[in-house]
Every structure is written in structure tokens, then in C-alpha cells.
């Protein structure tokens, strides 16, 4: 695993109900998804699109979630609850 205290990050704030947010297309890192309200459900997507490989499922819990995972294809977000506030890091 590289040296992460060397890396630098970027992130993508996201509110409410998002049907599909593209945040980017080949090959990233995904640092970390922080879940700021309860009521939330997050899924993740190796690939551009809704339809790629789903790599995880956040349920309605707020707090941290780290993942330090190399993504191939991309990496795609859904969100449901109106009140959805998150941010996701990583290098993309």
C-alpha cells in the first residue's frame, strides 16, 4: 500500500438525492466516504456508470468510511434520502 500521509487528496461534496453523479472515468483511488446526516444510503460504482460492479453499500449510519481502493473503470455514486450530505475523497 502506498505511503498515504504522502498523497494528497481530492474530494466531491454531494447533497441530496443524486440518481448518479459520474465523479470520474478510468482508473482512481477511493480514499474515504463520510456520511454527514443520518438517513442516508450511499452506493458506490467501479466504472462510470450505474450499471458497473458495486464495490460497497452504505446504509442510513453517519460517520467515516475508509477504503483505500484502486478502482479500474471509474467511479460512479448514487444517493438516496433528501436531507443526503456526504463527501468522498480519493484521487480521481
Same mark, same amino acid.
Given at each position: 500500500?502506498? =505511503? ?5 487528496? =481530492?474530494?466531491?461534496? +454531494? #447533497?441530496?438525492?443524486?440518481? $448518479? *453523479?459520474? +465523479? ?8 474515504? +466516504?463520510?456520511? =454527514? #446526516? ?8 467501479? $466504472? ?9 453499500? +452504505?446504509g442510513t ?7 483505500? *481502493?484502486? *478502482?479500474? =473503470? $471509474?467511479?460512479?455514486?448514487? #444517493? ?5 450530505? *456526504?463527501?468522498? #475523497?480519493?484521487?480521481?
Open positions: 500500500m502506498a =505511503n498515504l500521509a504522502a498523497v494528497s487528496f =481530492n474530494y466531491e461534496h +454531494i #447533497t441530496g438525492a443524486v440518481t $448518479g *453523479l459520474a +465523479i470520474t472515468s478510468g482508473s482512481c483511488t477511493l480514499h474515504s +466516504i463520510v456520511v =454527514n #446526516t443520518a438517513a442516508t444510503t450511499v452506493t458506490v460504482y467501479d $466504472g462510470p456508470v450505474a450499471s458497473a460492479k458495486v464495490v460497497a453499500v +452504505i449510519g453517519v460517520g467515516t468510511f475508509l477504503y483505500d *481502493l484502486t *478502482l479500474v =473503470n $471509474g467511479l460512479f455514486v448514487t #444517493t438516496t434520502g433528501a436531507s443526503a450530505d *456526504l463527501t468522498v #475523497t480519493g484521487t480521481f
